[in-house]
T-cell receptor, first 115, second 111 residues
Framework: DSGVTQTPKHLITATGQRVTLRCSPR?????VYWYQQSLDQGLQFLIQ???????AKGNILERFSAQQFPDLHSELNLSSLELGDSALYFC??????????????FGPGTRLTVL | DAKTTQPPSMDCAEGRAANLPCNHS???????VYWYRQIHSQGPQYIIH???NNETNEMASLIITEDRKSSTLILPHATLRDTAVYYC????????????FGKGTHLIIQP
């Protein structure tokens, strides 16, 4: 158990809809990362938040957005969903105390199916 | 971040040491080598990381060559539960950004 929790575990929705995925980081971790894993693209970094502020962006689509709240939990919002958005979405957290202490701890993921 | 090269798959007998190689010939002086693994659709799991010295923890050992152009992850006594995809990742910029996962090595532990 990494200490990172994600809800829901599974989500089934239709094209065009909007969903919100939730992540609670490990206690004390200030950084939260979101990743997408699909069969054809592998594991891809989407976006990082540090203590409420966006820090780094990866291959995140404009239809997707995220935020980190004062209690450090984070939400990933996916809108105008397409079939190709079906994937596993992972959240990770880290202490981010410096380059030697940046190991990331991953949650169990949310499996999104778009029909 | 420097690019890494790993064999796509490897087999190892249960109880033996599993040695997973990684090439990172373009690594720069301030970049760390990190290893993660993913067991069938579970969240990736951090294993170990290092800069230039060999490192050991309760899960594995990391051997980095003197020129830092390659490294080896060693699982000393592999079990069936070690069957997973292992990712070698080189991180720069202080390591404060997202991880870039390649295709990794699919390690299969044979009974």
């Amino acid at each position: 158990d990494s200490g990172v929790t994600q809800t829901p575990k599974h989500l089934i929705t239709a094209t065009g809809q909007r969903v919100t995925l939730r992540c609670s980081p490990r206690s004390g971790d200030l950084s939260v990362y979101w990743y997408q894993q699909s069969l054809d693209q592998g594991l891809q970094f989407l976006i990082q938040y540090y203590n409420g502020e966006e820090r780094a962006k990866g291959n995140i689509l404009e239809r997707f957005s995220a935020q980190q709240f004062p209690d450090l939990h984070s939400e990933l919002n996916l809108s105008s969903l397409e079939l190709g958005d079906s994937a596993l979405y992972f959240c990770a957290s880290s202490e981010d105390r410096g380059p030697a202490y940046n190991e990331q701890f991953f949650g169990p993921g949310t499996r999104l199916t778009v029909l | 971040d420097a690019k890494t090269t790993q064999p796509p798959s490897m087999d190892c007998a249960e109880g033996r040491a599993a040695n997973l190689p990684c090439n990172h010939s373009t690594i720069s002086g301030n970049e760390y080598v990190y290893w993660y693994r993913q067991i069938h659709s579970q969240g990736p799991q951090y294993i170990i990381h290092g800069l230039k010295n060999n490192e050991t923890n309760e899960m594995a050992s990391l051997i980095i060559t003197e020129d830092r152009k390659s490294s080896t992850l060693i699982l000393p006594h592999a079990t069936l539960r070690d069957t997973a995809v292992y990712y070698c990742i080189v991180r720069g910029r202080g390591g404060a950004d997202g991880l870039t996962f390649g295709k990794g090595t699919h390690l299969i532990i044979q009974p």
